[in-house]
């Protein structure tokens, strides 16, 4: 690592609560949870199978037209009067003013503020998650906000439609989403958008494995560790966004179609 089922809801006046610190730690749908537990009749892996499209088609409609897009990670623990909320908060903001939409899980701690403060700077604010243990809110800072059953499909949206990657601090979700990405990138499955990590004082443990351990035993090579940069400093961190994709990707001319649940 270098040192450089619901339909789309358009949620501006959502009321902000507390949220439990379960918030995210499993599924309030058991879809997931029968489908992972090992096969299943001929007539359930079809249906099942049909419904994991659906939600795929769900989400290829609700995000087509987003525009520049760029997805944060990280936990939802963190309050807001944490360093990591209010740098993911200047991040948002940043990304929003360059012209990026900004997306993440739609949960609170890291999540919330990056939504927050792309929605302060005038940008684009959006959510995916998979469905909740419980009935919760998502965060109130959300221009549009789409659920799905499948963790999976999830973090199918979460890179399909972003243009690069920032990450902050957070636990095993957040650490899966970084070495997915690495790993797309690093086997040409995905472009070589730019990853950054904020929080370096919490990554650099990992970092040091990476390097110290990883390279030198050669699980991978040494060029892999500039898949990802390190900045604490938000405005670096926007900035190596738009420095490698100042416009994003080319996205589709025609117009959103609301029979097909289109939006822009």
Same mark, same amino acid.
Request: charged share 25%; hydrophobic share 40%; proline share 7%.
């Given at each position: 690592?270098? $040192?450089?089922?619901?339909?789309?809801?358009?949620?501006?006046?959502? @009321?902000?609560? @507390?949220?439990?610190?379960?918030?995210?730690?499993?599924? /309030?749908?058991?879809?997931?949870?029968?489908?992972?537990?090992?096969?299943?009749?001929?007539?359930?892996? *079809?249906?099942?199978?049909?419904?994991? #499209?659906?939600?795929?088609?769900?989400? #290829?409609?609700?995000?087509?037209?987003?525009?520049?897009?760029? &997805?944060? *990670?990280?936990?939802?623990?963190?309050?807001? $009067?944490?360093?990591?909320?209010?740098?993911? +908060?200047? %991040?948002?903001?940043?990304?929003?003013?360059?012209?990026?939409? =900004?997306?993440?899980?739609?949960? @609170?701690?890291?999540?919330?503020?990056?939504?927050?403060?792309?929605?302060?700077?005038?940008?684009?604010?959006?959510?995916?998650?998979?469905?909740?243990?419980?009935? !919760?809110?998502?965060?109130?800072?959300?221009?549009?906000?789409?659920?799905?059953?499948?963790?999976?499909?999830?973090?199918?949206?979460?890179?399909?439609?972003? $243009?690069?990657?920032?990450?902050?601090?957070?636990?095993?979700?957040?650490?899966?989403?970084?070495?997915? %990405?690495?790993?797309?990138? !690093?086997?040409?499955?995905?472009?070589?958008?730019?990853?950054?990590?904020?929080? /370096?004082?919490?990554?650099?443990?990992?970092?040091?494995?990476?390097?110290? &351990?990883?390279?030198?035993?050669? &699980?991978?090579?040494?060029?892999?560790?500039?898949? *990802?940069?390190?900045?604490?400093?938000?405005?670096?961190?926007?900035? +190596?966004? =738009?420095?490698?994709?100042?416009?994003?990707?080319?996205?589709?001319?025609?117009?959103?179609?609301? %029979?097909?649940?289109?939006? /822009?």
């Amino acid at each position: 690592m270098t $040192d450089h089922n619901t339909p789309t809801k358009h949620l501006d006046q959502m @009321p902000c609560g @507390p949220r439990p610190e379960w918030w995210g730690k499993g599924t /309030r749908s058991r879809l997931e949870t029968v489908f992972l537990a090992g096969p299943r009749s001929r007539r359930e892996e *079809f249906l099942r199978a049909a419904r994991i #499209f659906g939600e795929c088609i769900k989400g #290829f409609r609700a995000l087509h037209f987003t525009g520049p897009c760029v &997805t944060v *990670f990280g936990s939802a623990r963190f309050a807001e $009067d944490h360093q990591y909320y209010t740098m993911a +908060r200047e %991040v948002g903001a940043g990304l929003a003013k360059a012209g990026f939409a =900004v997306m993440t899980g739609g949960g @609170p701690g890291v999540m919330e503020a990056a939504n927050r403060g792309a929605k302060e700077a005038g940008g684009i604010s959006i959510g995916c998650n998979i469905k909740l243990p419980k009935e !919760q809110e998502p965060n109130p800072y959300l221009d549009k906000f789409i659920e799905f059953h499948y963790f999976f499909i999830r973090k199918v949206m979460l890179v399909k439609y972003s $243009d690069a990657f920032i990450v902050l601090p957070g636990g095993f979700g957040t650490m899966d989403e970084l070495f997915e %990405v690495g790993t797309l990138i !690093q086997t040409g499955k995905l472009e070589k958008f730019p990853v950054v990590m904020m929080g /370096r004082d919490y990554f650099r443990p990992l970092g040091d494995f990476v390097r110290e &351990t990883m390279v030198s035993e050669g &699980t991978i090579d040494a060029e892999d560790l500039h898949l *990802f940069t390190a900045t604490d400093d938000p405005a670096e961190a926007v900035s +190596r966004v =738009v420095a490698c994709c100042p416009g994003g990707r080319a996205r589709p001319t025609a117009v959103p179609s609301p %029979v097909l649940g289109e939006t /822009r």
